[in-house]
């Protein structure tokens, strides 16, 4: 069966294409959409990048992991740009007591490393009803390491999408929050080489008055389906982090681990 987003940009651009359009991109387009890049070659200099991207988690330095993020415009040791076009997130073990993460489950911080989060926010609604967030990257994925690229609510949560999640196997976990009632959809599929260069993508859809679809790639082939409740009109933020343990595993590595980044893309559809 056809799968939604597996289609060329440009068509959507043609005049007169709106059944075209229509047919392809799903509800709530009866007219004919423009796409527009929001988010491209953010890695290309150390200007791009932060005119791009924030650095940390939107809420600070913790989260739910036993590393603690340290970036700033001043601060390159865990993010900076390895190569024109290649971020790199850098986690290093450190020797000292430096108390327990701020976030629940307030496990001991035993990393520094970095986050980001994207400037533009992903939000989906009647005027910008279909989103693609796409990236290519490296990912570790030995015990103890916990790389991401996920969407996650700006003022409640749920809603959260993790295109890319690595707990401390060769397994990438494609995992839809769906309700607020607890329930998960999860599609995990064994990678070849997650040290190497992957695709991860999501193509996101609104489908009714509050309901997302949302489909999952691997290197261009469509992996999996899930619904998400009450996505829209609810503002996401992009993220970018290496965590350490917490569900990957312990003790993690004590050597530094590189989690690589590029090609990290985000566009809508505008109706």
């Not at 993790?162 to 309700?179: C, H, Q, S």
């Amino acid at each position: 069966m056809p799968v939604p987003g597996r289609f060329d940009r440009r068509k959507l651009l043609v005049a007169g294409a709106a059944g075209v359009a229509g047919s392809m991109l799903g509800a709530g387009t009866a007219s004919a959409a423009t796409w527009e890049t929001v988010l491209s070659d953010s890695f290309t200099n150390r200007q791009t990048l932060e005119a791009s991207w924030n650095y940390r988690y939107p809420w600070g330095s913790d989260h739910n992991g036993s590393a603690r993020m340290y970036a700033s415009s001043t601060d390159i040791n865990h993010v900076y740009l390895e190569s024109a076009g290649v971020l790199a997130i850098k986690a290093s073990r450190i020797t000292w007591d430096e108390g327990t993460s701020t976030s629940d489950p307030h496990l001991p911080i035993r990393y520094h490393s970095g986050a980001i989060h994207a400037r533009q926010q992903v939000l989906v609604t009647d005027q910008f009803p279909n989103w693609e967030v796409k990236g290519e990257f490296q990912a570790p994925s030995a015990r103890g390491t916990w790389p991401a690229f996920w969407l996650t609510g700006v003022n409640s949560w749920p809603p959260e999408s993790d295109i890319l999640e690595f707990k401390g196997d060769g397994r990438n976990w494609f995992n839809t929050y769906k309700n607020a009632s607890g329930a998960w959809s999860n599609t995990i599929v064994s990678v070849s080489g997650p040290g190497s260069w992957h695709g991860y993508r999501a193509w996101i859809t609104k489908v009714n008055a509050t309901d997302v679809d949302i489909h999952y790639y691997l290197d261009g082939s469509w992996v999996g389906q899930h619904r998400g409740a009450n996505f829209v009109n609810k503002p996401m933020w992009l993220i970018i982090n290496l965590q350490m343990e917490g569900s990957s595993g312990s003790p993690g590595p004590t050597a530094d681990t590189i989690y690589r980044a590029r090609n990290v893309y985000l566009g809508r559809t505008r109706a």
